[in-house]
């Protein structure tokens, strides 16, 4: 019921996470991701970011591009930022389209910082990424991400980071223009933020609002503030609860949380 925490050390992450998460000891953790006994896969992936430096420019392929290279699926996301700070941004989209030599040149040249939509964002605000988006996240973020059950990533550039670019793959899958999915906007208690081709999401603050929620899951449930119990379970923050039936989880005031089911089964 209550999934397996798991902490990932990553170069852009920070040692100061909160302590629900557990000690990290001075480690730059940028990632907690969440799975079940054994490692065994999930219909979806919950994580929590936390940054403190950009993460790469990166871009993940679609279903049909994933499989093509072997993989099992390709990934689309979704983000929703718990903490931002005053100039925190993230960036969703080019300024104007790229064609593939242009993009690959930019990534080359380090000429794609400046091409990013750099967005400024604030705690509430979500934006769904589908497959193709060129994106980044950056400092001074914090942020849960639900996404399709895949490590798939290529990345573009990394500021001069030692690590592998994956231009290639990266250039061949990316649709690199402006974002113009409607999937964005400032979280609503009660409000159904997703309703895509992978998992459908919804942000609840209030007990009520758990009646506008559908489907019959299993839902993802991910605690930003407060705590709510299921079948004697408890879960805060840092917590992520899989669970069969909504309508019997108790929250308690001034909790709110993240719920989120797979649309394919």
């Known amino acids: 019921m209550k999934l397996i925490k798991h902490l990932v050390e990553k170069p852009w992450g920070r040692s100061d996470i909160p302590a629900a998460f557990g000690n990290v000891n001075g480690r730059r953790t940028g990632e907690v ?10 219909p979806l992936l919950v994580k929590w970011l936390f940054t403190s430096e950009k993460l790469s420019i990166q871009v993940h392929p679609n279903d049909a591009q994933a499989q093509k290279r072997g993989l099992s699926s390709g990934k689309e996301e979704c983000w929703f930022v718990v903490h931002a700070e005053p100039d925190a941004v993230l960036g969703i989209g080019t ?22 939509d750099w967005k400024p964002v604030s705690a509430g605000d979500f934006y769904y990424i589908p497959a193709g988006t060129v994106h980044a996240i950056g400092a001074g973020v914090t942020l849960v991400e639900v996404q399709q059950y895949a490590d798939v990533t290529y990345r573009l550039f990394d500021y001069g980071r030692p690590r592998e670019l994956h231009l290639d793959d990266g250039v061949a899958v ?36 758990i009646a506008s929620t559908r489907g019959t899951g299993p839902w993802f449930i991910i605690p930003l503030k407060g705590e709510l119990t299921y079948g004697g379970e408890s879960g805060q923050v840092g917590d992520c609860l899989l669970i069969e039936d909504i309508r019997k989880l ?16």
């Open 33 to 42: 991701w969440y799975e079940g006994e054994g490692g065994a896969a999930l």
């Open 95 to 116: 300024k104007h389209p790229l064609c593939a030599d242009e993009l690959r040149s930019a990534a080359l040249s380090g000429e794609i910082e400046a091409l990013m």
């Open 174 to 209: 990316s649709v690199a223009a402006p974002y113009v999915d409607a999937r964005f906007g400032c979280a609503v208690g009660g409000k159904q933020l997703i309703d895509g081709a992978y998992f459908r999401l919804w942000y609840i603050d209030k007990p009520e609002q």
């Open 250 to 265: 108790k929250i308690f005031n001034n909790t709110s949380f993240l719920a989120a089911t797979p649309t394919k089964k």
